[in-house]
């Protein structure tokens, strides 16, 4: 089944979907897929209520990828109009739409040359059928790039764990650690906020108002102290005091990568001083609207510190739909959550299909 196909059938609102195998296991055999809510003891309320969050869901892909679904996508079928058959100027077009989508450079060419080889080899003419080759071939790309992983946090058995949020000022950390917050606290969780972005301005006081905002407890210090010794100073109290999740800030100053990877492993340090295990994951906060110059963050805090996951803001901003994918080629590591709106429930699990779907598909749906 191509990946059009699945897609529409997939979300047809009259199919079964119990059956069909999300893109990634379809893709890769080897690569373990997503966690699937497969306990069929559910009560029936209980599956009302997660389907109502997919629906849910499925609305915000929709109308957060609107922006990058108009710049990809319809560019995609423009030159289907203006190509009656693919040529070297064809494909010309087709790589400067994907670079253009932040695809990124070396993953395009990739991608080009694999899709001209397959029309030689295959006798593929027809603009729509590329189009849909070429498209397949990134999404292929992705679920091969790197281990598959539940976008959600892992919890630890046993005592706290520990989230580490790191990202350049500017990108939407405070906001999507504000967003996680209140998530995990509305599933039950207590939840302690360490403000350790004791450098910028401000930074100590705005993550304080979206604590007491969303409810949850917060450790503060002054305005340029030792963000190490507050880390050490919230660990603690959340051992003692029996949190459920640490979400600590950290400074996002990259003008001197020694000071940055120093900073972070020094707070690394402290912080597994009281959990050996800890920090257990590591988020890198990216603005979707930066496009190369986020992938070249990324790989400057990569240096700096093992990262779990990858989480994109402002996703509904951009018309540009494939720094997720370049990220993915570059760096190997999982995207975990998507910011699709500036609502508190506006930041979602990353799925894969529905990303394609919000990408691809939305608005075959609604003619």
Request: one cysteine or more; proline letters at 3%; a negative charge.
């Amino acid at each position: 089944m191509g990946l059009f196909d699945y897609l529409k059938k997939k979300f047809s609102k009259n199919e079964d979907e119990k059956n069909i195998k999300p893109v990634e296991e379809q893709k890769v055999a080897s690569i373990e897929s997503p966690v699937e809510n497969s306990d069929k003891s559910l009560s029936s309320s209980s599956v009302e209520g997660k389907e109502k969050i997919k629906d849910n869901t499925q609305e915000a892909y929709a109308r957060g990828m609107k922006k990058a679904r108009k710049g990809f996508m319809y560019r995609l079928k423009s030159l289907t109009s203006i190509f009656r058959k693919v040529n070297e100027e064809y494909f010309d077009e087709l790589e400067e739409i994907l670079i253009e989508a932040d695809v990124g450079t070396e993953l395009t060419f990739r991608i080009i040359d694999e899709a001209k080889q397959d029309a030689k080899v295959y006798n593929i003419d027809s603009p729509e059928e590329i189009n849909k080759l070429v498209v397949e071939k990134m999404f292929e790309g992705y679920a091969q790039s790197g281990k598959s992983v539940s976008p959600d946090l892992n919890f630890v058995n046993n005592g706290p764990t520990v989230l580490l949020m790191v990202g350049v000022n500017g990108g939407g950390k405070t906001t999507t650690i504000a967003k996680l917050a209140n998530r995990y606290s509305k599933a039950g969780k207590k939840v302690l906020l360490v403000a350790a972005d004791t450098f910028r301005a401000g930074a100590t006081e705005q993550l304080g108002v979206w604590a007491n905002r969303i409810g949850v407890d917060i450790l503060m210090g002054e305005d340029g102290c030792d963000p190490s010794s507050l880390c050490y100073d919230g660990v603690r109290k959340a051992v003692n005091e029996k949190f459920d999740l640490v979400i600590v800030d950290t400074a996002g100053r990259l003008q001197n990568k020694t000071n940055l990877m120093n900073e972070l492993a020094k707070m690394r340090r402290v912080i597994g001083k009281i959990i050996p295990e800890a920090p257990h994951e590591t988020f890198l906060v990216i603005d979707a609207n930066t496009g190369q110059n986020g992938i070249d963050q990324a790989k400057v805090f990569k240096e700096a510190t093992p990262l779990t996951g990858i989480v994109i803001t402002k996703m509904d901003g951009t018309s540009k739909g494939g720094i997720i994918l370049a990220i993915r080629d570059k760096l190997g590591v999982p995207v975990r959550f998507i910011g699709l709106g500036e609502g508190m429930n506006d930041l979602k699990e990353f799925d894969l299909d529905e990303y394609l779907y919000g990408l691809l598909l939305v608005e075959e749906d609604e003619d």
